[in-house]
């Protein structure tokens, strides 16, 4: 077991020009930079005949040599990919304090299809502990670390929880996480820009479905599906009923949501991990967040703080936003691992 190094996270201070949950929410897609960050992908080829890809990240002005720097495994969030602005973000963080920064792009998320049946899901921990397992035989003189978004932040808390002191990683951190997966979704669908959020996503996932089936001749991903439901699914409860819990082996959307939800792992965990949370934020019910569960496990340090959106975090002025999780996240790995903050 690692000791958690002292760490205070610093105030986080709303953007004036962002004012509100939704305002942070959906600006965060938009005023991060998308530039200064260059990636080399590698593709690794999976047991099941599968692939994944690696994005390693080069920061311009910040490189970070040496096979023996710190580490991170960068992992998205629903629908994201290494492009996402708040990965870029982050590797671009992650390089001020001289830690190297590894993307992770599920199945279907680096912009092509992945070929077998299996998609991704917020409780699947066996891509990243491969992925992990793979980077610590490649790096073994490097401190293996990791930082998760949204769904992501959901299967990094459930990866740590799962393996424990077994864990590659030494020191995490977990952004906007969906800790009861079956509350934050019934929360979206309940309110009108939940409705929107959802669609959207879930949009996204029927048309990957759809993509998929066309391409194969319906074989994939699995003909015994109900493609009627699948295609006419409008909420995440739906279609995680329809194609989400079938295809992956679960009972149903439920099954799924109790045996994936991030809050059920927080105990096992016994590394340091940082978990950075709004509560305004619009995909998370604030009724449902672990207090307890993280209070009791002093491995967990909380930076929760009244405003902030899902994956928003923004400060500063118009012209020059600050991203408060991403850097908060890098200072607190830093820390950690000793690498400065």
Request: charged share 25%; with cysteine; net charge neutral.
């Amino acid at each position: 077991m690692t000791d958690l190094v002292p760490f205070a996270p610093r105030p986080f201070r709303p953007a004036w020009w962002l004012p509100g949950a939704h305002a942070q929410t959906i600006a965060g897609r938009y005023v991060r930079p998308p530039h200064g960050v260059h990636y080399r992908r590698e593709r690794i080829e999976t047991a099941d005949g599968d692939f994944l890809d690696l994005d390693f990240a080069t920061v311009e002005g910040r490189p970070v040599d040496g096979d023996d720097a710190p580490l991170c495994l960068v992992v998205h969030g629903l629908e994201g990919s290494a492009q996402s602005s708040y990965v870029l973000e982050t590797c671009r963080a992650l390089a001020e304090h001289g830690i190297r920064a590894v993307a992770m792009n599920f199945r279907s998320c680096s912009g092509e299809l992945n070929r077998t049946a299996r998609f991704y899901h917020a409780g699947d921990t066996d891509d990243l502990a491969f992925l992990l397992d793979g980077l610590a035989a490649r790096f073994p003189s490097a401190t293996l670390l990791a930082v998760g978004f949204s769904l992501g932040a959901n299967q990094l808390l459930k990866y740590l929880g799962e393996r424990g002191e077994r864990s590659r990683v030494r020191a995490a951190v977990a952004v906007s996480v969906p800790f009861d997966l079956g509350r934050g979704a019934d929360k979206l669908w309940a309110s009108f820009m939940g409705r929107m959020y959802t669609r959207h996503f879930v949009g996204r996932l029927v048309g990957k479905y759809r993509s998929k089936r066309e391409a194969t001749g319906g074989r994939l991903p699995s003909p015994e599906l109900d493609a009627a439901r699948i295609l006419g699914s409008r909420s995440f409860r739906e279609f995680d009923d329809a194609l989400t819990s079938r295809l992956h082996g679960f009972r149903d959307a439920d099954d799924y949501y109790t045996t994936s939800s991030s809050a059920r792992f927080l105990h096992g965990i016994r590394v340091p991990t940082l978990l950075v949370q709004a509560l305004d934020d619009p995909f998370v019910d604030e009724a449902a967040l672990p207090h307890a569960a993280i209070d009791g496990n002093p491995m967990l340090l909380k930076a929760f703080v009244p405003h902030g959106g899902h994956v928003g975090f923004i400060t500063g002025p118009p012209g020059r936003p600050r991203f408060w999780a991403e850097r908060e996240a890098a200072r607190f790995l830093a820390v950690q691992t000793g690498a400065g903050g």
